[in-house]
């Protein structure tokens, strides 16, 4: 989830932004190592398409905004949870596993005004695959919440293949080669 992933819901947020559709909410990415991605995406530009090439003739960085911020440090991670304030948080493991998201889901999956959206594939047994059941009640950190925040899933930003994108890499393969 932090390097593409991220990155990709980042620059979805900022044409959103930017074209006023997307209100001045503040949007923190609270993981360093999405962070750390970001920034290695930032100063290789010449590895963007030719749609962001396009989008960044009107704002020279398609990844951040006047109000997105990065949570750098734990503390401030956890003032994020203590928070009533609307806000969107960005936050990898991409099947909610480990990591800050894990707290963030502890302390924000009980209230009803919040959304958690998980973006692509979780595996069997994880965490994420256990929310994607919207289910009435979870346990995390061995303490069991009831589930009121809404759960939505965008599989459509999964970075893993599907068997029929399988077959269609595999069809294009030099045979003699394998």
Request: glycine content about 6%.
């Amino acid at each position: 989830f932090s390097v593409g992933r991220t990155q990709e819901l980042l620059y979805r947020l900022d044409k959103l932004y930017t074209a006023g559709k997307l209100e001045n909410i503040p949007v923190f990415v609270d993981s360093p190592l999405a962070m750390n991605a970001t920034e290695i995406f930032v100063v290789h530009p010449e590895c963007f398409d030719e749609e962001i090439h396009q989008y960044m003739r009107t704002d020279e960085n398609p990844f951040g905004w006047n109000n997105m911020h990065y949570t750098r440090d734990a503390e401030h991670s956890k003032r994020l949870n203590a928070s009533d304030e609307p806000c969107i948080i960005i936050s990898a493991s991409g099947m909610a596993n480990a990591g800050r998201i894990k707290h963030h889901l502890l302390h924000q999956i009980d209230k009803a005004e919040n959304t958690i959206l998980i973006v692509g594939y979780c595996a069997v047994g994880t965490l994420g695959q256990q929310l994607t059941q919207k289910p009435e009640r979870i346990k995390i950190f061995g303490e069991e919440k009831k589930v009121k925040a809404q759960i939505e899933i965008m599989s459509s930003m999964s970075a893993h293949a599907d068997e029929p994108e399988l077959l269609q890499f595999l069809a294009n393969q030099d045979k003699k080669k394998l």
